[in-house]
T-cell receptor, first 113, second 112 residues
Framework: NAGVTQTPKFRVLKTGQSMTLLCAQDMNHEYMYWYRQDPGMGLRLIHYSVGEGTTAKGEVPDGYNVSRLKKQNFLLGLESAAPSQTSVYFC????????????FGPGTRLTVT | SQQGEEDPQALSIQEGENATMNCSYKTSINNLQWYRQNSGRGLVHLILIRSNEREKHSGRLRVTLDTSKKSSSLLITASRAADTASYFCATDATGANSKLTFGKGITLSVRP
């Protein structure tokens, strides 16, 4: 089992460019999450999904979109990147039928110049 | 808004000593979880305590929960240099629909 994987690991964007971060999990989890982590701020929830085809906003959703077309994948999109979106992005997944713990990916470090 | 707030923000101890970290939260919860993050890595789940539990053990970890004070503590006994990491508490608030709210974290340094 690979667990939760994220691609890419690093990316540098110019202001206004777009990109998609991919999260994949092989644990058949229903729930998936996107967080951002900034120094001194802990983790903040961007968007989440409780199942294939469904998404919902978290605490800081502005400037991001998500899609969950397949159960194992959760995509995070930045349509027009801004320097304020420079951060480390983490994906996580969980299965409420098994336990409530979240499994995290290794993170994507994004810099917007 | 941050549901969980950890205390202290940073802790430095000698190998072999115990490390105690505290977390306070604001609303009623279903459960509270502790995670560890090594530098440059993703978070790893350590332990979960449900709202109807008062204490839980896992190896060298001991977690307590006081719902009347809305607080939890994580004790790591006989610390090792490998315990050096950031530790986060996360709350699953009642009615939050599976969403966890994380605190800002505690940086633990264990000196060899």
């Amino acid at each position: 089992n690979a667990g939760v994987t994220q691609t890419p690991k690093f990316r540098v964007l110019k202001t206004g460019q777009s990109m998609t971060l991919l999260c994949a999990q092989d644990m058949n989890h229903e729930y998936m999450y996107w967080y951002r982590q900034d120094p001194g701020m802990g983790l903040r929830l961007i968007h989440y999904s409780v199942g294939e085809g469904t998404t919902a906003k978290g605490e800081v959703p502005d400037g991001y979109n998500v899609s969950r077309l397949k159960k194992q994948n959760f995509l995070l999109g930045l349509e027009s990147a801004a320097p304020s979106q420079t951060s480390v992005y983490f994906c996580a997944s969980t299965s409420m039928r098994v336990s409530y713990e979240q499994y995290f990916g290794p993170g994507t470090r994004l810099t917007v110049t | 808004s941050q549901q969980g707030e950890e205390d202290p923000q940073a802790l430095s101890i000698q190998e072999g000593e115990n490390a105690t970290m505290n977390c306070s939260y604001k609303t009623s919860i279903n459960n509270l979880q502790w995670y560890r993050q090594n530098s440059g890595r993703g978070l790893v789940h350590l332990i979960l305590i449900r709202s109807n539990e008062r204490e839980k053990h896992s190896g060298r970890l001991r977690v307590t929960l006081d719902t009347s004070k809305k607080s939890s503590s994580l004790l790591i006994t006989a610390s090792r240099a490998a315990d050096t990491a950031s530790y986060f508490c996360a709350t699953d608030a009642t009615g939050a629909n599976s969403k966890l709210t994380f605190g800002k974290g505690i940086t633990l340094s264990v000196r060899p």
